[in-house]
T-cell receptor, first 118, second 113 residues
Framework: AQKITQTQPGMFVQEKEAVTLDCTYD???????LFWYKQPSSGEMIFLIY??????QNATEGRYSLNFQKARKSANLVISASQLGDSAMYFC???????????????FGKGTKLSVKP | NAGVTQTPKFRVLKTGQSMTLLCAQD?????MYWYRQDPGMGLRLIHY???????AKGEVPDGYNVSRLKKQNFLLGLESAAPSQTSVYFC????????????FGPGTRLLVL
């Protein structure tokens, strides 16, 4: 069974600095995808970025980028130029691409709470 | 465009009471999901549906039932609530799987006394 791990329960970063949030996964699937979501204190889940296992380049979306290291099975989220509004919980999620049964469902990590200091 | 909506936003139940959580989406998505979020646990899948009239069990289905009679609605039922079901419940929908993300509702906070 797939497993996804976020080892940092909480992190602090100074405003305007970059921060990396760790995510590792364990799978034997050759094809899969990694998602990152942000959950601010208001509670909603906001999709940030996606990385496919066969994508040729690391994903980027504005200030968000993925440091994807397939051999190490890690998909770390990098937030550049942190802003106060980045303070939130961040969740990494795994999806296997074997579409049979429940393999298309998302498996979430336990999350990392990021606090941005002014 | 409302996206995914959930009703109610907050509810207090006594042990043994029943209730139904309603999820509605206006994006014509085939797939719908119910998750629960507990402190330090991330989101765990309760049940999901891959289309109107279909449902399937997720990771933590015990104590819950679901129905998808209409494509736009996905109902989550608690027949006999227990304190262990105190949680925040999220509904999500998606157009498919693969690279497609899920869109989440605002959540329902449930307290079972």
């Amino acid at each position: 069974a797939q497993k996804i791990t976020q080892t940092q329960p909480g992190m602090f970063v100074q405003e305007k600095e970059a921060v990396t949030l760790d995510c590792t996964y364990d799978t034997s699937d050759p094809s899969y995808g990694l998602f990152w979501y942000k959950q601010p204190s208001s509670g909603e889940m906001i999709f940030l970025i996606y990385q496919g296992s066969y994508d040729q380049q690391n994903a980027t979306e504005g200030r968000y980028s993925l440091n994807f290291q397939k051999a190490r099975k890690s998909a770390n989220l990098v937030i550049s130029a942190s802003q106060l509004g980045d303070s939130a919980m961040y969740f990494c999620a795994f999806r296997g691409m074997n579409y049979g049964g429940s393999q298309g469902n998302l498996i979430f990590g336990k999350g990392t709470k990021l606090s941005v200091k002014p | 465009n409302a996206g995914v909506t959930q009703t109610p936003k907050f509810r207090v139940l006594k042990t043994g009471q029943s209730m139904t959580l309603l999820c509605a989406q206006d994006m014509n998505h085939e797939y719908m999901y119910w998750y629960r979020q507990d402190p330090g646990m991330g989101l765990r899948l309760i049940h999901y549906s891959v289309g109107e009239g279909t449902t399937a069990k997720g990771e933590v289905p015990d104590g819950y039932n679901v129905s998808r009679l209409k494509k736009q609605n996905f109902l989550l039922g608690l027949e006999s609530a227990a304190p262990s079901q105190t949680s925040v419940y999220f509904c999500a929908s998606s157009a498919g799987t693969g690279r497609v993300t899920q869109y989440f509702g605002p959540g329902t906070r449930l307290l079972v006394l």
